[in-house]
């Protein structure tokens, strides 16, 4: 066992044990073996773990008990569970400097703070002063924290990067010379992580003149690269924003270019030019010279001989040829989902009932949902013991009964998120299984398995036939955690030729699986599964993000099994099962 893994593993537990107010000593313990670890050798690790230890101090059992884990399995159970049992946002708070483990705790009792941007929304207005051992100082402190951190170029989650957009947006769009302005780059291509906001605005009289005048508009605390009509700029909270103004005649090749990534730009203006087109400044223009004028951005593609390519699509990565050839594909829409086959409700760790989970699905224009709560291995996330499957199964019954009744079209199906245990079993049992419509397997344990041992515990469970859905494949947690060792690409293949779905886990945390697998995916004939997985009734916004990611991995309406009806879904389970 490497050493310097360990301890960093012990850290670990010891500071998401603090986080979860543990017992001091345990912390303390965790803390002083982590140290202590870190300066042996791995010889003398390795015997710290059979007998007792010379030379150093003695390692406190439940440090003992992590260890033993590692070199075991290479992963620890106990720091597996503190992870899956912490909100991921606390777990990004940790990244903030000076904020360690007990004030974020004290923040989430206090004021319910989940994210990096309820952190900076509460020491901006004043409530983080107030909270007990804080004061105005050590907000002062955050605040300049979390400023450095962005200053350093910290990418962010894409949700996150958007709320900052919109934000600095809408006070530019205020500005008396801004006709009209949009956001681009990677926010409007979808991509998971972003680092800086691509601002485009078309102005009136000079540009170069609007866009200082904008940097100062904004509250830009310095500009720290570009000139003349375009921008860099820092904002006083940290955040990046490359801003472009330009003339309105301009402004739809300018959101173009910047919409783009390079490669993807590249390759439009050398098909461009191989037409006898030439581009400068944002403005297009034929074998004469004469400037075309452009629309809008159907219109340019249409002018190239290309069908139009969304943005999420704009990544270089064949769009340009496919749409030269017009093969592009016709791309999944959020409208184009019937149904979710991910969500938890109370009966483990949702924060909604079923039937406001149903309604909320409702509302999103939905006409299934397929709840699926924790099962019985995930103690951690109140997995559900046999009885209480079966009472929620009787719920059910009763909640379709009642939308019969009421004339209302939505149903809701009995599934379940089953673990899958490290053997590569699928939680519960076949008699068991039978009992739901559908099942989702996921790995929520043994993370640290290598990639052989991990390919194969998923390659075995997607040979029980109760299996629908292979939940977020790589496990996944964006800025937080690597995807587990695993050949994804095997798993797609042998998913699809059984006739398993694998998940595409719309949670802005997790986009699991990433949008270039959707490609491999759609190849192989592997269908895919939207999923939410919402644990409240604000979580079937992240549909929209999902289906944005599903068109970034080329998926159209018939790659995805929630395009299909309840029916057709059934169906599809059914036909697994024999
Ligand atoms: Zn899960
Ligand atoms: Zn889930």
Redesign the pocket.
């Known amino acids: 066992m490497n050493c310097r893994d360990a301890s960093h593993a012990l850290s670990q537990v010891s500071v998401l044990l603090e986080l979860h107010d543990g017992d001091r000593a345990v912390v303390k313990a965790m803390q002083t073996a982590s140290r202590v670890v870190s300066a042996l050798g791995e010889q003398a690790l390795a015997e710290a773990l059979t007998g007792p230890l010379s030379g150093a101090e003695d390692l406190p059992p439940a440090a003992l008990e992590v260890l033993r884990d590692l070199a075991e399995s290479n992963s620890s159970s106990l720091l597996e569970r503190l992870q899956e049992e912490t909100p991921e946002g606390l777990m990004e708070m940790l990244r903030v400097p000076g904020l360690g483990p007990a004030r974020i705790r004290s923040l989430h009792e206090h004021l319910h703070i989940e994210s990096l941007l309820e952190l900076e929304l509460a020491a901006n207005d004043g409530r983080l002063a107030d909270v007990p051992k804080f004061g105005a100082k050590t907000a002062d402190k955050v605040r300049k924290a979390l400023v450095d951190l962005r200053a350093t170029g910290a990418h962010v989650l894409w949700q996150h990067a958007r709320a900052e957009a919109e934000r600095v947006a809408s006070v530019m769009r205020s500005h008396p010379d801004v006709l009209r302005l949009e956001i681009a780059g990677s926010i409007r291509r979808r991509t998971e992580i972003v680092r800086d906001v691509d601002i485009v605005a078309a102005v009136r009289g000079s540009p170069s003149v609007v866009a200082a005048s904008l940097a100062q508009y904004c509250g830009a605390q310095e500009v720290v690269g570009g000139g003349g009509r375009t921008l860099a700029l820092r904002l006083d909270n940290g955040v990046r924003v490359d801003l472009a103004c330009v003339r309105p005649e301009q402004f739809t090749l300018a959101l173009w270019r910047a919409s783009g990534n390079a490669t993807h730009v590249q390759q439009v203006i050398a098909h461009a030019g191989s037409l006898g087109y030439t581009m400068a400044l944002d403005e297009l223009r034929d074998r004469t010279g004469t400037i075309v004028p452009i629309a809008d951005e159907p219109t340019f593609y249409a002018q190239l001989g290309l069908s139009y390519v969304p943005p999420e699509q704009r990544e270089g990565f064949g769009e340009v040829d496919a749409a030269a050839r017009g093969t592009l594909p016709a791309v999944v829409q959020e409208a184009d989902l019937r149904g979710a086959l991910?969500?938890?409700s109370q009966y483990s760790d949702g924060a909604a009932t079923i039937e406001q989970m149903a309604r909320a699905a409702m509302a999103r224009g939905l006409r299934y949902l397929g709840v699926?709560d924790?099962s019985q291995s995930n103690t951690y996330a109140g997995g559900l013991s046999r009885d209480r499957i079966l009472e929620q199964h009787a719920e059910i019954d009763a909640i379709n009964a009642a939308f019969a009744a009421e004339g209302t079209d939505f149903r809701v199906l009995k599934g379940i998120?089953a673990d899958i245990l490290p053997c590569g079993r699928v939680d519960y049992d076949a008699a068991f299984l039978d009992r739901f419509d559908f099942v989702?397997g996921?790995v929520h344990s043994r993370y640290g398995m290598n990639a052989e041992q991990m390919t194969n515990r998923v390659l075995k469970a997607l040979d029980d036939p109760h299996l629908t859905i292979l939940?977020?494949p790589t496990g996944r947690l964006l800025l937080t955690r690597e995807p587990y060792a695993i050949d994804l690409d095997a798993i797609i293949e042998k998913a699809g030729r059984v006739g398993v779905a694998i998940e595409l886990?719309a949670d802005p945390h997790r986009l699991d699986i990433d949008w270039k697998a959707c490609r491999i995916a759609a190849k192989k004939g592997t269908l895919v599964s939207i999923?939410p997985?919402a644990?409240s009734p604000q979580g079937f916004e992240n549909l929209e993000l999902g289906a944005a990611i599903a068109r970034k991995g080329w998926l159209e309406p018939r790659h995805v099994l929630n395009t299909r009806s309840a029916e057709e879904v059934l169906a599809f389970a059914r036909a697994r099962r024999g």
């Open positions: 991910h969500c938890h699926s924790h998120e989702i996921s939940g977020h886990n999923g997985d644990h």
